[in-house]
Nanobody, 124 residues
Framework: QVQLVESGGGLVQAGGSLRLSCAAS????????MGWFRQAPGKEREFVGL????????LYSDSVKGRFTISKDNAKNTVYLQMNSLKPEDTAVYYC?????????????????WGQGTQVTVSS
């Protein structure tokens, strides 16, 4: 069982920045490929980005590419989502998750463990 706890969400003006953190339990964090998703009110949960366990392959959705950066600190059992140039359409609950490795990384069903989420609100 893996426990994930997100933090760092909040209210920010458009153009601002936030850094989200996701702390994981367990001794095998270095072997995890981690994903970030978000869910806006009335919408489906959508893929934001992924960092693989060796931190070499990092993928982003087109909507955040160039503005968001994912990093992973295996010594701290933590994955980060640095969000810059935020837009009102980035408003959502953000989740981190552990990728199961079998299905398409953009699918919610591909992930085995999820955090509780952290709210990000971007005002115009």
């Amino acid at each position: 069982q893996v426990q994930l706890v997100e933090s760092g969400g909040g209210l920010v003006q458009a153009g601002g920045s936030l850094r989200l953190s996701c702390a994981a339990s367990g001794r095998t964090f270095s072997t995890y490929t981690m994903g970030w998703f978000r869910q806006a009110p009335g919408k489906e949960r959508e893929f934001v980005g992924l960092i693989n366990r060796n931190r070499i392959n990092i993928l982003y959705s087109d909507s955040v590419k160039g503005r968001f950066t994912i990093s992973k600190d295996n010594a701290k059992n933590t994955v980060y989502l640095q969000m810059n140039s935020l837009k009102p359409e980035d408003t959502a609950v953000y989740y981190c998750a552990v990728y199961g490795g079998l299905k398409d990384h953009r699918e919610v069903a591909a992930y085995d463990y999820w955090g509780q989420g952290t709210q990000v609100t971007v005002s115009s």
